[in-house]
């Protein structure tokens, strides 16, 4: 036996060893198997670092079984998953042997070769990837372990592959993880990708995080051996620990915040991890534990997050809480179960029913479909990734029906999930009593109203103010009802509907229209009459144009009143007004919407016919 065999044969048995206690005696003849068939496969096959490739199946298929706790048939097709890609092995010759479900996740994880890429090579593999879900939740949890191993094995190829390959974690798998649930994994995703992209920066994060743990060390064991103390005092079984943030999390929370190293705080958590009593709830033992400790330390207030009773949508759950340590200030509490802590790292998997599982897939079908619907495939991916990195916030209806919506979303997101019809009419939100604009971003908790207008119709800036799909799909699909201006418009002279115009051909094939009276018109028309182009400006009633109005007159009981009901009799929206009065004479300028010049002149003829009222103009100057 050489070298490689003493290898290889180390390796699985240690792999059996970890497994054999789950498995049958079946399943592990099965299992035995296929490693059998996958290594005489893959014999004359190396990785670039020499190491025979079969290696590298069995640390996937142990990623699998023991790390992700999955089943024989999902060991099997981990030791499968490269075996037709990279080996003349045919997918009817392992469904014979391994039967339909083996094959089928084989074959659901075999990228599929093609002669033209719908995309790119990458962002097809991703939709692969992602189209798994229509079959089954194992398929991407193989990938996912496949792309795990490779990047704890990357420093084998040469620079350019790690950029790829590391970029690729970061930009997709890392976030795939996240939003499945799977901690562990993602966090280790995105510290390798971080420690092959930035080698630098993540050593000298690195470094940072040693020192910055042992200059904290003695004070935290202070607070730790109390905590510890505390709990033993009453009876509580748990384990105290304390956990720092690993280079890429504390890179990517410096990079968000603009702040150095020494400017970020919370980079570590106390963990309070406590057995699961059959005879206490573990709400009740989480409330015992913070009821203990907040009569020995003081609490910051509203520092409370509770996942326990509202988990995050990934499935999350966990108590946090900050307490004050005389030794080093505020310090992050996170008090969890033996139970929510093997669920962190199991993921959507965690407690595997059929209906839990299903939910969930459910749920991610109905996202990518409606994400594919509204995008282009050049989009598709990006805005699939965003999905996944946002985190989510819980928010509530006046009447506390609750709302899963992204980190980020606004009241606009919120008036879009409840019903389409109060999002394209949402006027206003009242976020925990107090009225808001409905581009307000909300937060974990708020309780949103929406004021609905049935005059209100989607602004083209709202696509920029949400962060959900459906309201970004919404939004554009009445903002291209809208019937589009046909023209670029002078931004000097603002030339509105009926009024006369002279157009110019200019370079985006686009007709430019100004005033006759224009300067810039005259100008164009004296040394480049070639690019005249005879127009028309028609009212549209579809259309609206922003306009300003200057007032002076002489103050009276009422004069705003009047000045401003001349607009609002029209239906006319007003989107700014500033007024002053000095000595009795009223300086006023009023920011509103027409549809054409002769509405604009028949309301400063209006206001113009009022009492008091001594001029009105048209202004281009701002409030």
């Not at 490739?53 to 790390?67: D, L, N, R």
């Not at 593999?125 to 949890?141: C, G, P, T």
């Not at 509204?374 to 989009?379: H, Y």
């Not at 002279?493 to 430019?512: A, H, R, S, T």
């Amino acid at each position: 036996m050489d070298a490689n065999d003493l290898l290889i044969n180390e390796q699985v048995l240690s792999f059996y060893k970890s497994i054999e206690k789950r498995m049958s005696p079946d399943d592990m003849a099965r299992i035995k198997d296929a490693f059998q068939f996958a290594a005489e496969a893959h014999k004359k096959d190396f990785r670039k670092d020499g190491k025979p490739y079969i290696t590298h199946p069995i640390e996937v298929a142990s990623i699998i079984g023991v790390e992700l706790e999955l089943g024989c048939n999902s060991i099997i097709a981990a030791l499968l998953h490269d075996v037709i890609e990279d080996t003349p092995v045919e997918i009817d010759e392992v469904e014979k042997r391994y039967g339909e479900d083996v094959a089928f996740l084989v074959n659901v994880v075999t990228k599929k070769k093609k002669k033209n890429y719908e995309m790119s090579k990458q962002m097809d593999n991703f939709k692969q990837v992602l189209d798994s879900v229509e079959y089954d939740i194992r398929a991407i949890l193989i990938k996912l372990a496949d792309r795990l191993h490779n990047m704890r094995t990357l420093s084998s190829l040469n620079e350019n592959k790690q950029m790829k390959i590391a970029g690729e974690t970061d930009y997709f798998y890392a976030p795939l993880a996240n939003k499945l649930g799977l901690y562990n994994i993602k966090t280790e995703l995105q510290n390798l990708s971080l420690k092959f992209r930035c080698p630098n920066d993540y050593e000298e994060l690195n470094r940072l995080l040693i020192e910055e743990e042992k200059a904290y060390k003695s004070r935290l064991k202070v607070f730790t051996d109390k905590i510890e103390a505390i709990l033993k005092k009453n009876n509580i079984e748990a384990e105290v620990d304390v956990k720092y943030r690993t280079p890429y999390s504390l890179w990517f929370r410096m990079k968000k915040l603009g702040k150095d190293f020494k400017q970020v705080d919370n980079k570590r958590t106390v963990w309070i991890i406590f057995k699961n009593d059959q005879q206490v709830s573990e709400k009740d033992k989480t409330l015992k534990i913070y009821s203990l400790l907040t009569d020995e330390f003081e609490d910051l207030p509203k520092s409370i997050s509770n996942y326990i009773d509202k988990p995050k949508e990934n499935g999350y759950q966990g108590f946090h809480i900050k307490l004050f340590n005389e030794q080093s200030g505020w310090e992050d509490i996170h008090i969890s179960s033996e139970r929510m802590i093997r669920n962190s790292r199991l993921g959507c998997i965690a407690e595997r029913t059929d209906s839990t599982i299903a939910n969930w897939i459910d749920k991610l079908k109905a996202v990518l479909k409606e994400i594919s619907a509204q995008l282009n495939e050049g989009s598709f991916i990006e805005n699939v990734v965003s999905y996944f990195y946002n985190d989510d916030i819980r928010v509530f209806s006046p009447i506390g029906q609750g709302i899963i919506l992204p980190q980020g979303a606004t009241a606009l997101d919120f008036a879009y999930t409840i019903h389409s019809e109060l999002g394209e009419h949402a006027q206003y939100a009242r976020i925990n009593g107090k009225l808001c604009s409905v581009k307000t971003v909300l937060k974990r908790g708020d309780c949103v109203e929406i004021g609905r207008n049935e005059n209100i119709i989607p602004n083209p800036d709202w696509i920029n103010h949400v962060k959900t799909y459906k309201a970004k799909k919404d939004i554009q699909l009445r903002l291209n009802k809208i019937k589009k201006i046909s023209y670029n418009r002078c931004p000097v002279c603002l030339p509105l509907p009926e009024e006369e115009v002279i157009g110019f051909k200019m370079g985006d094939q686009k007709i430019m229209i100004h005033k006759r009276n224009c300067g810039k018109a005259i100008s164009l028309t004296s040394n480049m009459g070639h690019l005249i182009d005879n127009v028309t400006f028609n009212e549209d009633k579809d259309i609206f144009y922003p306009v300003s109005i200057h007032i002076r007159a002489i103050d009276r009981f009422h004069l705003l009143h009047d000045m401003i009901d001349c607009i609002t009799q029209k239906k006319l929206s007003i989107s700014g007004l500033k007024t002053e009065t000095i000595d009795e004479i009223v300086e006023c300028r009023i920011h509103f919407f027409v549809h054409s010049a002769k509405e604009l002149q028949d309301i400063i003829t209006a206001i113009k016919t009022l009492n008091n009222v001594e001029e009105v103009s048209r202004t281009t100057l701002p409030l």
